[in-house]
């Protein structure tokens, strides 16, 4: 991997996000010998280093895999180190052309067609523009009073910061219930909140059991059908069928999920419809902006469970394919 001399600033693609569709597309890209440049304002596969350290995949292995290049973990279902240590390998392998910490600030389009994308650090011209931003950059607010407090977290990554506290985690589906098991295994004292009257139905199946037996066994306090009314400094009330119950807290995990960076998706004139889908051809994956592609997760809106990596690498052939045929 490479960074690019900014004095080559014309491209026939460029791509916003370095994460793994982004990179499938970029592998596309070279293998079409088509010229590009990745533009990602983090990490490389920025999502995946801020994800759980020890988060496991639910997907296995061959299903993450890009580029042809074998994936190969201890175990079926790899870890996040493990995927971190594997598309680094992916980058070098194929030399890709990647700036990093690098912010896009605006795309417009040119009347010729082309696109002028400027970010903090540069200006760059190209005929085709790719979207893979993901979704794991804006947090879904709860707009509840105190959510500003340095105590609320809507991203979790250790649970050693959380030993012997007082936690209350925000939550039925697989991120919530990580934290509320992590936590709980490092001494933290744990209170789950869940909307809905029942743990989600999309839990790992070998992680279900563990959190129902600790709740059923009251090592983890769960109040369903229930959510939070405020929060303060050193405690928070929950609305609960019983009332509202006010328990002593010393950090607030919000793990309400993610969305897509919408606004940036409205600035480029992709039109949003329900559930806020951005328009796009299934096929080709050009949006309702001519020259101006979606891959990854952001094509599926707040439906942000419908793609993958492993249903999604696929948008690289065909958006790669369509330009080619262009």
Not at 129 to 151: A, C, H, Q, R, W
Request: glycine share 8%.
């Amino acid at each position: 991997m490479k960074v690019e001399e900014q004095n080559n600033t014309d491209y026939d693609v460029l791509i916003i996000g370095a994460g793994p569709i982004g990179m499938a597309c970029a592998i596309e890209a070279l293998n079409a010998g088509l010229t590009y440049i990745i533009i990602e304002k983090g990490a490389l596969v920025n999502s995946l280093y801020n994800y759980p350290v020890f988060m496991t995949f639910f997907s296995t292995s061959q299903k993450l895999e890009i580029g042809g290049v074998p994936f190969v973990s201890i175990s079926n279902k790899p870890n996040r180190n493990e995927a971190l240590e594997y598309y680094r390998r992916v980058a070098e392998k194929f030399a890709l052309k990647i700036n990093l910490f690098e912010a896009v600030k605006s795309v417009i389009k040119k009347a010729d067609g082309n696109f002028i994308v400027k970010t903090d650090k540069a200006a760059y011209k190209s005929k085709k523009v790719i979207i893979s931003t993901g979704f794991y950059d804006v947090p879904v607010m709860m707009n509840i009073p105190g959510e500003e407090l340095p105590k609320v977290r809507h991203y979790y990554q250790d649970p050693h910061l959380y030993a012997f506290s007082k936690i209350l985690v925000i939550g039925a589906n697989n991120s919530a219930i990580d934290v509320a098991l992590e936590t709980y295994r490092k001494g933290a004292q744990v209170t789950l909140v869940v909307r809905g009257s029942e743990i989600g139905s999309k839990v790992k199946y070998w992680v279900r059991p563990d959190i129902e037996n600790r709740i059923k066994e009251g090592d983890i306090k769960a109040y369903f059908n229930s959510e939070i009314a405020t929060i303060a400094e050193q405690e928070v009330q929950i609305k609960t069928p019983e009332g509202l119950i006010t328990i002593a807290n010393d950090f607030v995990l919000a793990m309400t999920g993610y969305k897509p960076d919408f606004d940036l998706l409205k600035n480029l004139g992709v039109r949003l419809e329900d559930n806020n889908c951005p328009v796009h051809n299934p096929h080709t994956m050009e949006t309702s902006e001519k020259g101006l592609y979606l891959a990854g997760v952001v094509c599926g809106g707040m439906d942000t469970h419908k793609w993958f990596i492993e249903n999604s690498r696929v948008h690289a052939e065909q958006i790669i394919a369509h330009i080619k045929g262009n």
